[in-house]
């Protein structure tokens, strides 16, 4: 276990009944605890997964009929299955689990098998009283909506908590009739398990220029819906592999995942390159615990670290070699539906509000998943690519010279890397009103906007590096291990030309 602690990061913690542990992991939204309804075990090297579950994947070219026999003659349960990356998800009994990892690990044709791991959302709610939405400016959104507002073909996939498909910002973004509930494995996305999903889907696409409440990155661009978590709020690998190759096989162009899952494990990684493959792109939270990981690049997910409004990195903000960008990602005004209370002689009482500061990098992903979506609606005919060294290259330079692990490339620029996109494709008419962002949501005071809320920032995904992800990335190159050789090739030049090089 002391292992298992060093590798994952946890900070010591003294032996407590199991219910104390799973509490204090907990997501508190709003002063309310959600009762947990997932167990989780503390075998084999991954401190928590998915009691009784093993994710397998085989070799290409293995047939489904040869997969299926050799999991017969092991005596193992199908539960189901992801074929577009061929992953099967096995049923196993609990206290048999490492023996029988083991013993399919060694069957010829067996590519990986692992855990599902639990992982947990990357936000933390609080009601600091800093200006609504200072991002916008920050990252200069409204220099980006001169070039384009969006279109709602080109969609962004937010795969978190349930969404609240009544909220007055967010009703008329959602494509309601496509979305999904991995969980459940049907159509009930708006099972809202915690706030989580409404904060995220806030700050990436909330209605614009609607003479109501906040302005989401993304003006135009539809969201496509999809529930990943259990009642608690947590994820697993599965579940945000599902949901991954369901934005894909949906159209989706970005999938945002504001939860910690650091570099990907290797079927989050699958997943993301079948997504890449599609011409979209996997973005993640980069981690709140402050710390700094060492887990290697992953060319399939941009990681997204967060800044406050004076271009610092944020305190919480997880440092590493897998951090690609940051984003405004401290007391970001968005959309919610929680509670707030207020303490008078009589005690407290507490009332609904539909907006609220929230704090994490689970807000700095979605920004940049909102801007990614400009991107492609502005040019629709761009690759994935493409749009990684567009981002790059228009990225404010912060920190060390070049790439840094702490920044990545630099704090995102909408401006810039709007601007460096030639158009080939018809777009929208441009409304030339812009939205009144300081003053669109006066009925809303600051000091209402919500409670403090506290999410565990334990390291949860797997052990496994994905090195043969992290080396080369054909037309996409990301990071290079010598900062020293990305400071002498700085540049200050236009937002076109190549800011930074890895090599």
């Known amino acids: 276990m002391q292992e298992a602690q060093k590798l994952f990061y946890i900070k010591p913690i003294k032996r407590k009944p ?3 542990l799973i509490v204090t992991a907990m997501l508190l939204i709003s002063v309310a605890v959600f009762p947990t309804n997932v167990a989780y075990s503390t075998q084999d090297d991954n401190p928590k997964h998915v009691p009784g579950r093993l994710l397998i994947k085989f070799s290409d070219g293995i047939s489904v009929d040869v997969q299926n026999w050799i999991l017969r003659k092991q005596g193992v349960e199908v539960e189901d299955s992801m074929p577009q990356i061929n992953i099967q998800v096995l049923k196993v009994p609990e206290n048999s689990l490492i023996g029988i990892k083991s013993k399919l690990e060694k069957i010829s ?8 791991s639990i992982i947990e959302p990357q936000i933390m709610p609080d009601d600091t009283e800093f200006s609504k939405q200072w991002h916008h400016n920050k990252i200069q959104t409204p220099n980006a909506w001169e070039t384009s507002e969006g279109r709602q073909d080109i969609i962004i996939a937010i795969l978190d908590s349930g969404f609240d498909a009544t909220h007055p910002d967010l009703a008329g973004k959602f494509l309601a009739s496509e979305g999904y509930n ?4 049907n159509n009930d996305w708006s099972v809202v398990s915690c706030g989580h999903g409404n904060l995220v889907a806030g700050a990436a696409g909330a209605m614009t220029n609607n003479n109501l409440g906040v302005a989401g990155v993304g003006w135009n661009n539809k969201i496509l819906p999809i529930r990943i978590t259990t009642s608690n709020c947590y994820s697993t690998s599965y579940y945000i592999a599902a949901g991954i190759t369901y934005a894909a096989d949906h159209g989706a162009k970005v999938a945002n995942v504001s939860f910690g899952i650091y570099a990907g494990d290797r079927t989050i990684t699958n997943a993301a390159k079948y997504m890449y493959n599609h011409g979209g792109l996997v973005v993640a939270a980069g981690g709140n615990n402050g710390q700094t990981l060492s887990y290697k690049d992953n060319r399939y997910i941009i990681s997204v670290g ?8 944020a305190s919480f903000s997880t440092r590493g070699k897998y951090i690609d960008f940051t984003a405004p990602g401290v007391s970001i005004y968005t959309t919610c539906r929680c509670t707030t209370s207020v303490f008078n002689s009589t005690g407290a009482f507490y009332y609904p509000v539909d907006y609220m500061y929230a704090t994490g990098t689970s807000l700095s992903a979605p920004i940049v998943s909102g801007l990614i979506a400009l991107m492609f609606s502005q040019n629709s005919s761009i690759t994935p690519s493409q749009v990684y060294d567009n981002l790059k290259q228009s990225a404010i330079d912060l920190g060390s010279a070049g790439y840094d692990t702490s ?13 460096s996109i030639v158009t080939n494709v018809p777009q929208p008419a441009t409304i030339n009103v812009q939205p009144n962002i300081d003053t669109a949501s006066q009925s809303i005071s600051p000091s209402s906007a919500g409670e403090e809320a506290v999410s565990s920032t334990e390291q949860v995904g797997t052990s496994t590096s994905v090195e043969d992800e992290s080396k080369e990335n054909p037309g996409q190159s990301k990071k290079s291990d010598d900062n020293k050789q990305n400071k002498e090739s700085k540049s200050s030049g236009n937002s076109g030309q190549s800011k930074k090089s890895k090599k």
Do not use: C, M, N
């Open 407 to 419: 920044f990545g490339w630099g704090r995102i620029d909408a401006g810039k890397a709007l601007k």
């Open 109 to 116: 044709g067996v590519e990986y098998v692992q855990t599902d």
């Open 306 to 313: 967060a800044t406050d409004e004076h271009d610092d990195i």
């Open 182 to 185: 991995v969980v459940d494995r």
């Open 18 to 20: 199991s219910l104390v």
